[in-house]
């Protein structure tokens, strides 16, 4: 078997090497004429006056069969190779509008999300009113106790800062359990919603940076991402929960070292909550100075569980944003 190979090999080359004579469609004729090679559309020809290229369309089809030149094969390739990139196309389209029908759903979908989000926030709010007038005409007749404490907190030099003028106000338990369920499931939706413009925010800024950082277009382009990150990031932070605490049962101011004490059902879980913030001096980029101010939240269940007085500090140790305490919230600021 490998001997006949050899010899069809040889067979081959030696009609591509021996001189032969060649005549187009057209009458031109190229006289003992070597062919030098076989490529795709003709052959390379050598003859006296140089070298040649005779495309098998302008060849006999008995000489373009002769160097396997098949143009019914050919023609059947390109079909298959135009319904193929046609069915490629369609597909492209059909991903396309299938992608686009899957955003526009997504678009639905989050849009309802809110809506409902809203509505729900909306309940909450009616039903924190309502509970909250309930425990405050029942806080005038309920046999009270004391709670005291402190406000402050420590730098991370250990420096202790008490915080004075600072309103710590008292609220039902039962009607925060049900402000904050509302105000979490609201947040969750927003932050869910906002996440993707934030996502695509991003890459407009990098990509705009890559291009030129000074320039004006890469300016605007973090300005925009700065922008929709820190509405996003709103929502985890404990201002967004504070603005919607109101109407307490009471509310007491510490003093200049930052100590409180107020009156406090006896009985009953209660919840004490409290904001304040403390100018914490510059940080410097370059030579451009930038204050500093922090915020701290407090949202502290207390009870008094029968007793007369009870001691409860806000201090770092239950910051809403400190994890694994009993603050009702956790927050990233």
């Known amino acids: ?8 090999l040889i067979g081959c080359f030696a009609s591509i090497a021996l001189a032969d ?8 004729e190229y006289k003992n004429a070597t062919v030098v090679r076989v490529e795709a559309d003709g052959i390379v020809v050598r003859t006296k006056g140089g070298i040649s290229k005779l495309y098998f369309v302008e060849l006999p089809e008995d000489v373009q069969a002769r160097f396997g030149h098949d143009p019914a094969k050919i023609e059947a390739e390109a079909a298959a190779a135009r319904a193929a990139e046609e069915k490629r196309i369609e597909e492209q389209k059909a991903a396309e509008h299938q992608r686009i029908e899957e955003q526009r759903a997504a ?3 989050r849009a309802e999300r809110e809506k409902n989000a809203e509505s729900d926030l909306k309940r909450s709010l009616d039903q924190f009113q309502a ?4 425990a405050a005409e029942i806080y005038q007749n309920a046999t009270k106790g004391t709670l005291s404490g402190q406000v402050f907190v420590s730098s991370e030099k250990a420096e202790n800062f008490k915080l004075g003028a600072v309103r710590v106000s008292l609220f039902a338990r039962d009607a925060i359990n049900v402000l904050l369920a509302g105000l979490k499931t609201y947040a969750d939706v927003k932050i869910q ?4 413009s934030v996502d695509a925010a991003k890459a407009a800024s990098d990509q705009a940076d890559a291009a030129g950082y000074f320039s004006e277009a890469a300016e605007k382009a973090r300005n925009e991402y700065q922008k929709i990150r820190n509405e996003r990031d709103s929502y985890y932070s404990g201002s967004f929960y504070f603005s919607y605490l109101q109407s307490p049962i009471a509310t007491v101011e510490t003093d200049a070292e930052g100590k409180f004490i107020m009156d406090v059902p006896k009985g009953g879980s209660i919840v004490i909550a409290a904001k304040a913030q403390r100018y ?3 940080t410097y980029v370059g030579e ?3 204050d500093i101010t922090e915020h701290y939240y407090w949202i502290q269940p207390v009870s008094l569980e029968g007793q007369q007085q009870r001691v409860q500090n806000l201090s770092n140790n239950n910051l ?8 009702l919230i956790h927050t990233e600021d």
């Open 107 to 109: 678009e639905r979908e």
């Open 1 to 8: 078997m490998n001997r006949c190979t050899f010899v069809i």
């Open 131 to 134: 509970a909250e007038q309930r």
């Open 21 to 28: 004579d060649f005549k187009t469609i057209k009458g031109k």
């Open 288 to 290: 451009i100075g930038i």
């Open 320 to 327: 809403t944003s400190t994890a694994g305490t009993s603050s």
């Open 193 to 196: 919603a906002l996440s993707p």
């Open 280 to 282: 914490a001096g510059k």
